[in-house]
């Protein structure tokens, strides 16, 4: 009896494991190029950016959990109404390092307009080097701590999901996914991203 309930369980945590190896495998990619499947919902520019008309995005997983500082945060909840930057990013990574200013700086220009920047920091062993991150690039918003890739996981499949670190997507104002670029960012792309979303009625 005990084998029937272990062999479900032990394949659900292979699978698991095999999602977090997928995106593993495109870390730290700073490809800008994201290619979209054949009838998806979305399209991608030139310049890497997929958006989704408003009328057929999903909304957002439940993303919520202990930031880097140890408070807890509920994207959905504690930023309702709110456009929300989702930066996924890791401590390791040389094109999360190279965009962190960029992100921090769209961060504060957009803050008056209702725009709130998280991170979503994956694959630190632990807190220390992600922190020692953040205030090395003058990071000021918060990190939800996400070593295992758990939160990344929870995006619906065929949605614009996570694929590679870093990778930043963008809620609209209603919680659903509007756009996603993946690779370094830069402050034009930022602006690409959140303006026509700013401009939403």
């Known amino acids: 009896m005990a084998l029937t309930y272990a062999l479900p369980r032990r394949a659900a945590l292979l699978g698991a494991a095999a999602a977090v190896g997928a995106l593993t495998l495109t870390a730290c990619s700073s490809a800008t190029n994201v ?12 310049s890497g950016i997929a958006t989704v008309a408003l009328s057929k995005r999903e909304a957002a997983p439940d993303l919520s959990g202990e930031t880097l500082d140890g408070a807890k945060l509920d994207v959905a909840s504690d930023y309702k109404g709110k456009i929300v930057v ?5 401590s390791w990574c040389p094109p999360c390092r190279a965009e962190a200013p ?18 979503i920091n994956t694959r630190d062993a632990s807190k220390s080097p992600a922190r020692a991150f953040e205030k090395d690039f003058g990071v000021e918003y918060p990190s939800l701590y996400d070593p295992a890739g758990k939160l990344l996981l929870r995006f619906p499949k065929g949605s614009l999901n996570p694929q590679s670190v870093p990778t930043t997507i963008v809620l609209d104002k209603n919680g ?5 670029k993946a690779g370094g960012m830069d402050v034009e792309n930022l602006h690409k991203m959140i303006d026509p979303l700013i401009a939403e009625k």
């Open 86 to 90: 989702l930066n996924v990013w890791g």
């Open 35 to 46: 290619s979209s499947s054949s009838g998806s919902r979305y399209v991608t520019s030139t």
């Open 102 to 119: 960029n992100m921090q700086r769209v961060s504060e220009e957009l803050k008056s307009k209702g725009v709130e920047f998280v991170g």
């Open 176 to 180: 659903k996914i509007a756009a996603r």
